[in-house]
């Protein structure tokens, strides 16, 4: 059930009607949305909750003061930052890049934790991870796999506890519903549900749900189990899990733009709020706010640009109150307002930032909102006191466009990704400052073995004398590393993980800007081959 034209306001009748259907949504409005499926982190996946309220319950800086930054050694296609910071239960800071390496950070230091290598190493992973109740960091990659990774016991290298390969590219985060269940859409325009591993059963695909256009908008997820998420062929879905006995999901409802891809399509994450609304902006310029029971629009906003117009999903306030940043580089909060002409989105009050937005705003108890755009800044904007025109509290200037959005910590930082390749992090009163020695960060380069030269990665933690690694080669082969640091020379071994287990150790000298070695490698046959590398920074 849905409506294509504008419609008169509800009434009381309408009203009634929404209540009635949506009981469930009033019970839970002033918890706000569930968290059981979900780690009990503050901020633990895109867009906050399963809702994609993309609200904070703690406030954020008040100035641009920073409190540190990580690096991960390159820009744009090769290390920028395009998915969203989320936010583990001990504070881990975690965090996919375009060198298609998943990184967990402590929170105040900005020092790597741990990290995870996929497939990809260029435009590799944009999606944002979900932090499953029992510590599963779930994400997908360009690689075409869905990853449930788990902070590892020993080392720096994370434990892939499974991953289902999808055969496709992911560009999607993952909803989850109230079972564990992972929802993410893919390349191949279809909506995947995966079931994590229960007992001696692997993770698997238990049905999927093909759309008529691109997948970039992520799902949410209703506390009944609805599944929403927006496609590029102009309609907005709202799926049930399958009867028993059947593989196919039933279609709630459908709504559609009336038309599709640059003029129509949606690109960003609908979000739902506490009384039965979901909110989703289209690429033709509105925000649309429509019953999450039925699909009837219930009012929209008309924004300035008409074509790829809105990339950001919308926060929702306790008030109901609609928080987005179109391509016209205006931030708006929104309102419902109803007249003689009927019901429609009122504007109570905007931010002209003056270029175009990409990222979607995180948003504050204290009402402040956080937005980054493609100027590089991200900015801190307060309510008007009086008047429609909203209050700068601070900018920051970046050196890259910002896609990744800004999240909020348990103690008041606040977290961003950009794409020259840095995560920011922010606080009024806290500084951090690194632990780890001059080799810890990310190294690229190249390994020769056997006469042939691969594209090698390293990602290393440095602690006095010892050192920890990552490395991954251009052949998706992975492993992990240890060894120690004594005047410049690095004696190490590693471990990499494909068909067989290959061992090997080595010797480099290791500056501050190279790391340059020979080492010796057992293959699957037990045969030794020599070999070299060199990697910068």
Not at 97 to 120: E, H, K, Q, S, V
Not at 135 to 146: E, I, N, Y
Not at 378 to 383: F, K, L, P, R, V
Not at 404 to 428: E, K, N, Q
Request: charged share 20%.
């Amino acid at each position: 059930m849905r409506s294509r034209g504008a419609r008169a306001g509800l009434g009381l009748v309408g009203l009634l009607g929404l209540t009635a259907a949506w009981g469930v949504w009033a019970q839970t409005a002033s918890v706000g949305p569930a968290t059981a499926p979900l780690a009990q982190g503050h901020w633990p996946k895109v867009r906050h909750d399963i809702w994609n309220t993309g609200r904070s319950s703690t406030n954020g800086p008040r100035t641009g003061a920073l409190k540190w930054t990580f690096a991960t050694g390159r820009s744009e296609k090769e290390g920028g930052i395009e998915t969203d910071p989320v936010i583990g239960p001990d504070g881990t800071v975690y965090v996919g890049a375009n060198n298609g390496i998943l990184y967990g950070l402590d929170p105040d230091r900005g020092d790597i934790r741990w990290a995870f290598p996929t497939g990809f190493d260029t435009f590799g992973i944009y999606s944002t991870p979900a932090i499953l109740k029992d510590g599963t960091v779930v994400f997908g990659a360009k690689d075409g796999k869905v990853y449930g990774v788990r902070p590892p016991t020993t080392g720096l290298l994370g434990d892939l506890r499974w991953s289902v390969d999808l055969k496709t590219t992911i560009q999607t985060s993952p909803g989850i519903g109230p079972d564990g269940t992972v929802y993410i859409g893919a390349d191949d325009w279809k909506l995947y549900a995966i079931a994590p591993p229960q007992g001696t059963s692997p993770a698997r695909i238990t049905w999927s749900f093909q759309t008529g256009g691109d997948m970039i908008s992520s799902p949410a997820v209703g506390p009944e189990g609805t599944i929403y998420f927006g496609s590029m062929d102009g309609r907005v879905y709202a799926l049930q899990e399958p009867p028993p006995g059947r593989r196919e999901p039933k279609v709630r409802w459908t709504f559609a733009s009336g038309s599709t891809g640059k003029t129509g399509g949606f690109e960003n994450a609908p979000a739902l709020d506490g009384m039965g609304r979901l909110v989703i902006g289209g690429n033709d310029g509105l925000v649309y706010v429509l019953n999450a029971a039925t699909g009837e629009k219930l009012w929209s906003f008309k924004s300035q640009f008409t074509e790829y117009a809105i990339f950001s999903s919308a926060a929702i306030g306790p008030d109901g109150t609609v928080y987005i940043g179109p391509k016209d580089g205006f931030l708006y909060a929104l309102r419902e307002s109803r007249g003689l002409l009927g019901t429609r989105g009122k504007a109570v009050w905007k931010y002209k930032i003056g270029t175009t937005i990409e990222t979607s705003p995180a948003l504050a108890p204290d009402g402040t909102v956080y937005l980054g755009a493609d100027n590089g800044k991200i900015y801190g904007i307060a309510a008007p006191a009086s008047g429609d025109a909203g209050r700068l509290l601070w900018e920051f200037q970046t050196k890259g466009t910002l896609i990744s959005s800004p999240v909020i910590g348990p103690d008041g930082s606040l977290y961003i990704g950009s794409m020259d390749g840095t995560v920011y992090a922010f606080h009024d009163t806290k500084r951090g400052r690194s632990a780890q020695g001059p080799l810890a960060g990310t190294w690229t380069g190249s390994v020769t073995l056997g006469g042939q030269a691969q594209r090698l990665t390293l990602v290393l933690a440095h602690r006095q004398s010892e050192v920890e690694g990552v490395l991954r080669l251009q052949s998706t082969l992975a492993g992990g590393m240890r060894g120690t640091l004594q005047g410049g020379t690095l004696r190490y071994t590693a471990s990499l993980l494909g068909d067989c287990r290959a061992e090997h150790k080595g010797e480099a000298s290791a500056e501050t800007q190279e790391i340059r070695g020979t080492f010796e490698v057992k293959d699957c046959q037990g045969r030794s081959i020599q070999g070299a590398f060199r990697v910068t920074r």
